[in-house]
């Protein structure tokens, strides 16, 4: 299955459409309706529709899975209820599916940029896999696999709900501030700097004083170079997607960086060191000295 085209700027201003086919919708439905994307479904930001598998199971047992082929532990969801529910997206008039999602643990891993390109799409559809997980032939029917780490979990459920706060979150409108998330870890590249709130001293640990201080400009640069020390000390494997300037490069060599750390994460070249200027005679610039000497 192919996923269409993206949206352009005036479907992106409309709301967002999840499906989640799983078979336990109500593992979902309270995470949906509360906080903040209650809050964006409410004011028809975003759509959640949650679809159990076993509506689409055509036998009175409503059984969706059998055992698998070859023998082994377990049971197996079968394609023909995956393939009909997937179908049935379109008998509740839905846009077609923009991607159509299979949580495995063998997909590709999530981030924050499949989050921010799937923000920009009108519907996403997620197959939330159980037991043995879907029959091989499902994946002919998504457009991609999706993994939220390498760990085993009893369902996609909360690998579900992981995804729809990442991706909602990022709709206009969800967030009160519609800054708020760019400087968010990931966003930029870096791990987030470190935040800090009443009161000003705790059992001997103090607010930073810039934060205290009122000048912005200084703000901004301690919270670029406390990001960058987060990031290289505990996510230094972010670095070579970073986007870096020279005064970052200055930063990270200050804080231990290498030379050669630097050229492997493709860091442009610090910004060269300015020469102090010499002083001549009495407080005169000893270049401007020279020149009124040779010009007389």
């Given at each position: 299955m192919k996923p269409d085209p993206s949206p352009g700027p005036d479907d992106a201003a409309g709301p967002l459409h999840f499906s989640f086919l799983t078979l336990f919708p109500e593992l979902l439905a309270p995470f949906a309706a509360e906080a903040i994307l209650g809050k964006a479904r409410a004011r028809g930001l975003i759509e959640v529709d949650l679809i159990n598998?076993?509506?689409?199971?055509?036998?009175?047992?409503?059984?969706?899975?059998d055992t698998p082929y070859g023998?082994?532990?377990?049971m197996v969801i079968r394609v023909d209820v995956a393939a009909?529910?997937?179908k049935g997206l379109s008998a509740r008039g839905l846009p077609p599916p923009d991607e159509v999602i299979l949580f495995s643990p063998a997909g590709e891993r999530f981030t924050?940029?499949?989050?921010?390109e799937w923000a920009t799409k009108r519907h996403l559809a997620f197959l939330c896999?159980?037991?043995e997980g879907f029959d091989a032939r499902t994946e002919a029917l998504v457009t991609r696999e999706l993994s939220v780490g390498d760990f085993v979990m009893m369902g996609g459920e909360a690998a579900a709900a992981c995804v729809l706060e990442a991706v909602a979150r990022l709709?206009?409108?969800?967030?009160?501030?519609?800054?708020?998330?760019?400087?968010?870890?990931?966003s930029?590249?870096?791990?987030d700097y470190p935040e800090y709130t009443r009161p000003p001293e705790w059992e001997g640990r103090a607010v930073p004083e810039v934060l205290r201080g009122g000048n912005h400009a200084a703000i901004g640069r301690w919270r670029r170079e406390r990001a960058l020390e987060r990031t290289l000390a505990r996510r230094p494997d972010l670095l070579p997607g970073a986007a870096l300037t020279p005064q970052d490069s200055a930063d990270l060599l200050a804080l231990g960086a290498s030379a050669e750390q630097l050229a492997a994460w493709n860091a442009p070249a610090p910004p060269a060191p300015k020469r102090p200027r010499r002083r001549s005679g009495a407080g005169e610039p000893q270049?401007?000295?020279?020149?009124?000497?040779?010009g007389s």
């Open positions: 598998l076993r509506d689409f199971a055509e036998n009175k047992h409503l059984k969706v899975d023998g082994g532990a377990g009909r529910a997937l924050q940029a499949h989050a921010e896999g159980r037991y709709r206009p409108g969800v967030l009160g501030d519609a800054a708020s998330h760019q400087d968010d870890s990931f930029s590249g870096l791990l270049e401007e000295a020279s020149e009124r000497v040779s």
